[in-house]
């Protein structure tokens, strides 16, 4: 049976050796959308490590952040991954009623509850329509990888900005669709979170960024302290995000390699259900027991416990 930790988030590799004693080493871990070939570069040298994070250090790898996303420097707020800032924005912008687009990412759902705001879920076709206080919409949406275009994403992050309405636009998996990202628009309403780990395989960094107004960095900074993220984060981070060459290419690999997983699902007998570059979403009746059966052979992938017919498959 699928283990706790796999149907929160996918992961949970430790979980599952135990769940499944058997199963030939070392394992496969499909469960979750991170490139399985990390950015290698340079990183924090032991004087770095044994002092806290240069405040300056941390400016210069939100302006390098800034200047990938095209964004400025002032609305570009570096957190320890995109999670802390989904799970800090309900203390930001609470207390408030709140629509999601579903389904996606459970940890917006949790991180609203946690603060006593129950937030509604809406299908894709109704996001003109909210008239919440604040709407969530993951951009290529996890896990099926659902994608609003730019224009029509900013054309609501303008509507709803008029009406005093805020707009997060979650864009964790954002690097497989480029051309759709809203991380520019200076817009005061508009929120966008950019996850590092992801696309940079390098989850275990922990490091991602909000997108807002200088307002709301300021509001998110004093929640996180003055080193919201480690001497190592900073270095690697500002390194990668300067690696132009290595982003282009480390995408196109990335789309190569997703059209070979899906010939391999098709011919499993799986119905595809979307996707990016950094993971697929099948459906089958035999679900569960694929799992399973994965698992007994050393594979890991992410079951649902709100779909019990789904699963996906990391590239």
């Not at 509507?159 to 005061?188: H, K, N």
């Amino acid at each position: 049976m699928p283990h706790k930790a796999s149907i929160r988030h996918g992961g949970g590799l430790m979980a599952a050796t135990k769940a499944y004693p058997h199963a030939p080493l070392p394992w496969l871990d499909l469960s979750t959308g991170i490139n399985p070939v990390p950015w290698c570069g340079p990183r924090a040298d032991i004087d770095g490590l044994n002092r806290l994070p240069d405040p300056c250090r941390l400016i210069a790898l939100e302006a390098e952040a800034a200047r990938v996303f095209g964004a400025s420097t002032e609305q570009v707020c570096a957190v320890s991954g995109a999670e802390t800032a989904i799970r800090l924005l309900p203390l930001i912008l609470g207390p408030v009623t709140v629509d999601i687009v579903e389904p996606t990412y459970g940890a917006h759902q949790e991180s609203w509850r946690a603060s006593s705001m129950a937030p509604n879920a809406i299908g894709p076709d109704q996001i003109f329509a909210s008239r919440a206080d604040v709407l969530v919409i993951v951009n290529p949406n996890n896990p099926d990888g659902r994608l609003f275009d730019k224009d029509t994403l900013e054309q609501l992050a303008r509507q709803r900005s008029r009406m005093g309405q805020w707009l997060i636009v979650d864009e964790s998996f954002i690097e497989c669709a480029p051309e759709a990202s809203v991380a520019g628009l200076d817009i005061d309403q508009l929120i966008v979170l950019r996850s590092f780990g992801k696309f940079y395989g390098l989850a275990g960094l922990r490091l991602g960024f909000m997108i807002a107004s200088p307002v709301l960095k300021a509001r998110l900074r004093a929640l996180t302290g003055d080193w919201p993220v480690s001497a190592e984060a900073i270095v690697m981070g500002h390194a990668a995000y300067a690696d132009t060459a290595w982003r282009e290419t480390t995408r196109l690999r990335l789309n190569t390699d997703a059209e070979g997983l899906d010939e391999v699902l098709w011919n499993s007998g799986f119905e595809p259900l979307g996707g990016t570059c950094l993971f697929r979403l099948v459906r089958s009746d035999d679900a569960r027991e694929w799992f399973s059966h994965l698992c007994d052979q050393g594979i890991l992938t992410r079951p649902f416990d709100y779909a019990p017919d789904w699963l996906r498959f990391g590239v």
